[in-house]
T-cell receptor, first 113, second 118 residues
Framework: LAKTTQPISMDSYEGQEVNITCSHN???????ITWYQQFPSQGPRFIIQ???TKVTNEVASLFIPADRKSSTLSLPRVSLSDTAVYYC??????????????FGAGTRLFVKA | DAGVTQSPTHLIKTRGQQVTLRCSPK?????VSWYQQALGQGPQFIFQ???????QRGNFPDRFSGHQFPNYSSELNVNALLLGDSALYLC?????????????????FGPGTRLTVT
């Protein structure tokens, strides 16, 4: 399973764009990249998932370079409610035989007023 | 549609005791995964159940066992509790990607059960 490395913490101000980068140098050909958000005392919540290039949804964008050894989660115009821990996960999501999901330590984002 | 539900919310046990935690998956989901999350750390994968069988397992001792019922609900059992088992236990449900009807695979997490071992 590919190991991921993220910054431990980041600070931002309301209204700014936040970019969190995740390194996954050993990503395998069949691996996808997924980001989750977690608030205190709650379960993680799915944000976005991608395989290559750029993926965008109503919440965030995910940028994946051609070598796929890293990825960047972009949160546009953050608000105080975006203060949370963000996890980057890498793995093959297509199997029906079950697969492990490995969370790293995550990035603690603190948004200030 | 109720999402993933877990019971109980909180639990206090004594070292050496046994505990059973329960999870009901999101409606229509057939795969259940369990995670242990210690304070300040990311969730650690315990195991995953699909079609009532344990399909994948993380690095947890045999004291951790589980079960999935025909209605897809699941139980996590922990025997001979240790102080280090104190954590938030999370359950997540999902569908295989080819059945999800979407282009992505998503796990839906419950609120967790906070287990304290004294």
């Amino acid at each position: 399973l590919a190991k991921t490395t993220q910054p431990i913490s980041m600070d931002s101000y309301e209204g700014q764009e936040v970019n969190i980068t995740c390194s996954h140098n050993n990503i395998a050909t069949n691996d996808y990249i997924t980001w989750y958000q977690q608030f205190p005392s709650q379960g993680p919540r799915f944000i976005i998932q991608g395989y290559k290039t750029k993926v965008t949804n109503e919440v965030a964008s995910l940028f994946i370079p051609a070598d796929r050894k890293s990825s960047t989660l972009s949160l546009p115009r953050v608000s105080l409610s975006d203060t949370a821990v963000y996890y980057c996960l890498v793995g093959d999501i297509r199997g029906t035989g079950g697969f492990k999901t490995i969370f790293g330590a995550g990035t603690r984002l603190f948004v200030k007023a | 549609d109720a999402g993933v539900t877990q019971s109980p919310t909180h639990l206090i046990k004594t070292r050496g005791q046994q505990v059973t935690l329960r999870c009901s998956p999101k409606s229509g989901h057939d795969t259940v995964s369990w995670y242990q999350q210690a304070l300040g750390q990311g969730p650690q994968f315990i195991f995953q159940y699909y079609e009532e069988e344990e399909r994948q397992r993380g690095n947890f001792p045999d004291r951790f066992s589980g079960h999935q019922f025909p209605n897809y609900s699941s139980e996590l059992n922990v025997n001979a509790l240790l102080l280090g088992d104190s954590a938030l236990y999370l359950c997540a449900s999902s569908l295989p990607l080819h059945m999800s009807g979407t282009a992505y695979y998503e796990q839906y997490f419950g609120p967790g059960t906070r287990l304290t071992v004294t």
